[in-house]
């Protein structure tokens, strides 16, 4: 099972903790399971800044604990259709935080399933080119910031997992090894955006070696406030993630947000017509999983440099991400993971030398 079809959006929770999860129901066709996760982990420095959801700076603890918590059901139509659904949501165990982010949905989809010919799916997940994105989103805290979620109104990016998401999607299209998935996105006044179309394409070669490519393009509601954005990907990768041996991938990310009609060409430096802010990134992983994979070692190189049409550059990322994890059996895990953002320009990424220490339990 290559890398793809372990992490891509409509399986990911489930595939996450699918050999753990618990059966609870099955009849006639129909069946219903519960799976998920508890983590405890210790963050040195204001690496728990970004994991926790305390306002305040001087609140945030060095020690954080979280669950994931999921139902997944399906149900036989006939010999070609089955519906599914599947709700994840992401519990955390902190104290003094608001009600409201007590409990989030993570993924959330109801679907129809064709036989072999892929599956229809709507609801709160991230659109189609995640499928590019895919092969190196693999860390458990950090890593995976070479794309445009780094940038500006980051949660319209392909990385991020979205509202109002209608998707198709297949794999391994009659044992050719080509995969597919287009999405649509509707209405989103939250991130201002009036819709969205993205689609991403996949083909895994005999010989272990797999490409990915994707392209997303958000209209936005309002541009005074930001224009449209658009972002292309390409990828590549060899072996399996987690799987022992050699795992390695790549992704170079290209993402345009075009400005807000509000700005004039003085407050885009060297710009006179046609501005956006232009970025280009990449990350590199490199993994290997010990013959009967009890350990994991990857490494990552993420990069990122934006700037405005025809301005100075300006590197907002370039980090470097380490991850040994310790897979005890199908269910616990240790890990020690570290990240350091060596960039410095003016947008550079929060990331300097931060160090967690983290145990999973999946159920």
Request: proline share 2%; hydrophobic share 35%; glycine share 12%.
């Amino acid at each position: 099972m290559n890398k793809l079809k372990i992490a891509l959006l409509a399986a990911a929770a489930v595939y996450s903790a699918g050999a753990m999860s618990a059966e609870v129901y099955k009849s006639d066709g129909a069946s219903l399971s519960v799976y998920g996760r508890v983590k405890a982990e210790i963050m040195n420095g204001y690496g728990y800044a970004d994991q926790s959801l305390k306002t305040g700076k001087e609140d945030h603890p060095g020690f954080i604990g979280s669950a994931r918590l999921g139902v997944s059901g399906e149900s036989k139509v006939n010999d070609f259709f089955t519906a599914f659904g599947n709700i994840y949501y992401d519990l955390s165990a902190e104290d003094g935080i608001d009600a409201n982010d007590r409990m989030n949905v993570y993924y959330g989809w109801v679907g129809m399933r064709f036989g072999d010919y892929g599956e229809l799916l709507g609801g709160h997940m991230e659109p189609a080119a995640y499928r590019a994105l895919a092969p190196v989103d693999v860390f458990e805290d950090w890593g995976f910031a070479g794309n445009g979620a780094s940038l500006d109104l980051h949660n319209t990016g392909a990385a991020s997992r979205q509202d109002g998401i209608i998707m198709y999607q297949a794999d391994d299209l009659g044992g050719s090894g080509l995969g597919f998935s287009v999405s649509y996105r509707f209405r989103d006044s939250s991130d201002n955006t009036k819709n969205a179309i993205s689609a991403g394409l996949s083909y895994d070669t005999p010989i272990g070696l797999g490409f990915t490519a994707g392209y997303q393009y958000n209209k936005a509601i309002d541009k005074s406030v930001t224009g449209d954005r658009t972002e292309t990907i390409l990828g590549a990768y060899y072996g399996s993630f987690g799987e022992p041996g050699f795992y390695g991938a790549g992704v170079y990310n290209h993402t345009r947000l075009n400005t807000g009609d509000h700005m004039s060409d003085g407050d885009v430096k060297y710009c006179t017509e046609d501005c956006a802010f232009n970025a280009d990134g990449f990350d590199l992983v490199a993994s290997y999983t010990t013959p009967e994979g009890m350990f994991t070692f990857t490494a990552d190189w993420g990069y990122l440099k934006n700037q405005w049409n025809n301005s100075e550059n300006d590197v907002a990322v370039n980090q470097v991400v380490g991850n040994i994890t310790w897979n005890i059996n199908e269910q616990a895990q240790l890990l020690v993971e570290y990240v350091d953002n060596f960039a410095d320009g003016e947008h550079r990424d929060a990331h300097q030398d931060l160090l967690t220490f983290g145990a999973i339990y999946n159920f």
